[in-house]
């Protein structure tokens, strides 16, 4: 799923709660790029994992130097005990741990080495690179039989005198349709750059091109680049296509415009790109069985942005999200969906920033891709910016808004914890199939205790999501430091 920009990232020195989400974390997108139950396995052992980061934890006395999470699944569910913890700092990795580097600020997995296990990209988009003080850094970390690896190849930022921010944005699938895994990698430019082939245990790559949207000619790249990449196949042609969220930049479709780019034979292209609804975090699977991925966006936030970067609130309602609809010839019809739709629960109101995030997959084992979308900033009960998460199941006709619709909080009944002010319940939210039946659970991060962080899993009965052998955990339990705020769970790998 994936967000976005999943830093906003002129402000993430600072840290602080303003009023809702941390000034510095935004949504983290979300993708599906099979129409079955979405799952990174790092262990090969045929059960969905969970990767999440804390890019605002110490290490080692280094503020914001950040770290990743990874929860192994099992017939139980994801837990505590069962991960991994990697920094900078972790044997084997690249780079070294330092204050300000938000290592974990993107994340996404794919067997980028076909060696049967997922591997997993981590950006740093803040990392110091010689004089350039924001340059961005770049890793891969290795899969294995025993989980996630700290041994790691550094990818290099080919053009770092052109932008900043290198590893911000990242997508990973097989936009060629040749069979290996690609990885398309975003920085505070418009150009995108898409590495094909794969990448050895050593560093080297099939092959690298540029990509970019058509910007209008004569206008500045927006100084922080996409919002949010995310990977699908919406045409169903076997190839991946790739969505860009949110340039804040002027283009002839307009402003915060984002882009459906279909894969081919060669990738991926700029020309060939289709403008689409405006969101900021996407996430693609098939809602409706006819084997094309459908495009969900949120608009949790309005399109314009601070002069900062920062993302302003959406001033005319509650927030939204528009599910289009994939053909054979890529996006068609599209439909929006706020809490004043039928029967989805809630009411629209000013900054509840529903579609904050969103995920889809498979809960019931229907066939429909069923989606979660987060409303992070909802008041509950008096209760300021506690949040809530909304589910809501797919049909023959697309998304279900008339019936069946679920939603979660903490003050619902076996939800761990209580709604407390500025918990952010749906910071990110994840569906993957984390118990091996083919089912895919919900997985939710929040910033529990002034953004320390946490994850509440809810597992699916096999019908729906339900509470029954719900947990949740915090950073202390996963070796991740409650000094500063960490964030643990504001972000899930796509």
């Known amino acids: 799923m994936h967000t976005h920009t999943r830093l906003a990232l002129a402000t993430a020195a600072a840290a602080a709660l303003t009023g809702g989400l941390l000034t510095f974390a935004a949504s983290p997108a979300s993708a599906a790029d099979s129409f079955k139950v979405a799952k990174a396995d790092f262990n090969g052992d045929g059960i969905g994992d969970v990767a999440t980061s804390a890019a605002g934890a110490y290490v080692n006395g280094q503020k914001n130097a950040g770290q990743v999470v990874v929860l192994y699944g099992s017939a139980s569910g994801v837990t505590s005990t069962e991960r991994t913890t990697i920094s900078q700092n972790t044997s084997g990795a690249p780079g070294t741990a330092e204050a300000g580097d938000f290592f974990g600020a ?23 690179v010689g004089t350039d003080t924001n340059g961005g850094g770049l890793a891969i970390f290795w899969g294995s039989k025993s989980g996630l690896t700290g041994k790691g190849i550094n990818v290099p930022d080919p053009a770092a005198s052109s932008h900043d921010f290198w590893g911000k944005d990242l997508a990973a699938g097989d936009f060629d349709g040749d069979g290996r895994a690609d990885l398309v990698v975003g920085s505070s430019s418009s150009t995108l750059y898409l590495y094909k082939g794969g990448f050895t245990t050593t560093g080297s790559y099939g092959s690298r091109t540029t990509v970019k949207p058509p910007i209008v000619s004569g206008t500045n790249d927006d100084p922080f680049g996409p919002m949010s990449l995310t990977a699908g196949d919406v045409n169903g042609d076997g190839r991946t296509d790739l969505v860009v969220d949110g340039y804040e930049t002027q283009t002839k479709y307009g402003w915060n415009t984002n882009y459906w780019l279909p894969g081919s034979s060669s990738g991926l292209s700029g020309s060939t790109a289709k403008a689409l609804k405006p969101g900021i975090v996407t996430a693609i699977g098939d809602i409706n069985g006819d084997g094309f991925g459908d ?43 706020s809490q004043n739709t039928g029967s989805v629960p809630g009411t629209s109101e000013k900054g509840d920033s529903f579609g904050w995030d969103l995920d889809l997959g498979d809960i019931n084992g229907d066939g429909y891709q069923d989606l979660v979308v987060s409303s992070p900033d909802e008041d509950i009960d008096g209760v300021t910016n506690t949040g809530m998460v909304t589910v ?45 039946d083919g089912k895919a659970d919900l997985v939710v991060g929040s910033y529990e205790n002034s953004a320390d962080g946490a994850i509440t899993y809810l597992p699916s009965n096999g019908s729906e999501i339900t509470t029954s052998g719900s947990r949740a955990f915090g950073p202390s339990t996963v070796g991740v430091s409650t000094t500063g705020t960490p964030q643990l769970g504001a972000l899930f790998a796509d």
């Open 106 to 128: 993107e994340t996404a997995y794919a067997d980028f080495n076909g060696d049967g296990y997922d591997d997993l990209a981590v950006g740093a988009p803040d990392e110091k």
């Open 295 to 337: 495009i969900v966006s949120g608009a949790g936030w309005d399109a314009e942005t601070a002069s900062d970067g920062t993302p302003v609130p959406d001033s005319s309602d509650g927030g939204r999200v528009n599910v289009t609809y994939g053909s054979a010839s890529g996006p068609a019809s599209t439909a929006g969906i």
């Open 392 to 436: 809501l199941y797919g049909s023959a006709s697309g998304v279900n808004t008339a019936s069946g619709a679920q939603s979660f909080e903490q003050n619902t009944a076996g939800v761990p914890g209580s709604s407390e002010k500025s918990d952010l319940f749906g910071a990110d939210v994840k569906l993957d199939d984390v118990t091996g």
